[in-house]
């Protein structure tokens, strides 16, 4: 079973900055990765799907990069709405397809 | 638009069951899998089944195989969550989610609101 392993945990920024956020899986994946963005009280929302294609509706400052078992996700310049919680998620070949434990993005 | 609504959750006694629903609308429902995600009070997101846009291949996080069963009823264009012998660490708000493509990978790209499960004796 493969497990994702987010880092860091809590990453303080400031608006306007770059933030870049990782995940590792156990073990290769390819390009089958997602990430997501959950803000407080809401439902989660998919951001990036096969590593580095944006879903519909996401904005250009959300990119996505990697292949095997390392992946980031960068954000160009962080808007106040950008703070919230962010996961990664598997799709290799077979399920289960689980999620990192997630990344808080916090105002410095 | 594309929507997912849950409902069927509530508080529940430890070994008693509960059947959760999913309806969606906006989409072809019978072109895409299906999943089932939870996330405990405070806590991550747990991804738990999958089934396929025709029913045919349903799978399970290790946590609820066994107990839980998922399954699809296409001309109703719903998703069920059948939990069974439910325990203290079930208690989560439960999510509904569409595939990308009829085997539900690609991504989880649309989301209920969630239905809350409390597991309490």
């Known amino acids: 079973e493969i497990v994702m392993t987010q880092s860091p945990d809590t990453l303080y920024m400031s608006p306007g900055e770059r933030a870049t956020l990782s995940c590792r899986a156990s073990q290769s994946i390819g390009g089958k990765l997602a990430w997501y963005q959950q803000r407080p009280g809401q439902s989660p929302r998919l951001l990036i799907y096969d590593a580095f294609r944006r879903a519909t509706g996401i904005p250009a400052r959300f990119s996505g990069s990697g292949s095997g078992t390392e992946f980031t996700l960068t954000i160009s310049s962080l808007q106040s709405e950008d703070f919230a919680v962010y996961y990664c998620q598997h799709f290799d070949d077979w399920p289960p397809w689980a999620f990192g434990q997630g990344t808080k993005l916090e105002i410095k | 638009q594309m929507q997912l609504v849950e409902s069927g959750g509530g508080v529940v006694q430890p070994g008693r069951s509960l059947r959760l629903s999913c309806a969606a609308s906006?989409?072809?429902?019978?072109?895409?899998?299906m999943h089932w995600a939870r996330q405990a009070p405070g806590k991550g997101l747990e991804w738990l089944a999958v089934?396929?846009?025709?029913?045919?291949?349903?799978y399970y996080a290790d946590s609820v195989r066994g107990r839980f069963t998922i399954s699809r009823d296409n001309s109703k264009n719903t998703v069920f969550l059948q939990m069974n012998t439910l325990r203290g660490d079930d208690t989560a708000t439960y999510y509904c989610a569409k595939g990308g493509d009829p085997d539900g990978s690609f991504g989880m790209d649309v989301w209920g609101q969630g239905t809350a499960v409390s597991v309490s004796s």
């Open positions: 906006g989409f072809a429902f019978n072109n895409f899998g």
């Open positions: 089934v396929w846009h025709d029913g045919s291949n349903k």
